[in-house]
């Protein structure tokens, strides 16, 4: 991420906007986790998401990755009050077995964030948010598809893969 967007990341107006809109949206889609669950944030960046999937949506264990390592240090101080409950780890969502090795069918629930729109190989990122997910398991997902991309505000202050970006339906496509 540029400059631009990482302060926007890091700032109330993003926790403000995740807290009140998306996890309300989210939940309206996908309900409350079972209690027990285990859950996998993929892009986690300052940890605030983790934080509401242990306190909104009821995850019992919550493992996150980032490929920032700045940003798991940030997740890792708002996280120390779950330290019990979270395990945190720097890596790709591209290779959940490097960042966390994650078997096949290991989580009860995916939460993107909005970080997909990042990685050149998206549907390699979506694969293998459904290879570590168990059957009937849940992906909470919001993200940013090619048309908002493409506006020019976003271009002029973001700093976003150009090539083979998708569509609402590209996405929904990809996660069958
Ligand atoms: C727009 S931020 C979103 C952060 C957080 N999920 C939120 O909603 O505030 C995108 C995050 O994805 C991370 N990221 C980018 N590519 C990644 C990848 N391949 N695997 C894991 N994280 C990645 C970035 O470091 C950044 O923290």
Redesign the pocket.
């Known amino acids: ?1 540029n400059r631009a ?1 990482t302060a926007l ?1 890091n700032s109330p107006p ?1 926790r403000w906007l ?1 807290r009140l809109y998306e996890v309300p949206v989210l939940l309206s889609f996908g309900g409350r986790l079972p209690p027990g669950s285990r859950a996998l ?6 940890g ?2 983790s934080q509401l999937m242990l306190q909104r949506f009821g995850a019992a264990q919550v493992d996150a ?4 390592p700045a ?1 798991i240090a940030r997740a890792q101080a708002r996280l120390a009050p779950y330290r019990d409950r979270v395990h945190l780890a720097t ?4 290779d959940l077995r490097a960042a966390l090795n994650a078997d096949d069918g290991s989580y009860d629930a995916v939460f ?4 997909i729109h ?2 050149p190989d998206w549907r390699g ?1 979506v694969a293998e948010a459904a290879r570590v997910l168990s059957p009937g398991g849940r992906f909470y997902f919001e993200e940013v598809t090619s048309h908002a991309l493409n506006r020019p505000t976003y271009r002029r202050l973001f700093d976003h893969p150009t090539e083979d970006r998708f569509t609402a339906e590209d996405f929904l496509d990809q996660i069958g």
Not at 65 to 68: G, Q
Not at 91 to 94: E, P
Not at 112 to 115: A, H, L, M
């Open positions: 991420m967007e990341i993003r995740q944030e993929i892009g986690c960046g300052s605030y998401g990755i980032d490929l920032d940003m890596g790709s969502a591209t993107d964030f909005g970080i990042h990685i990122a």
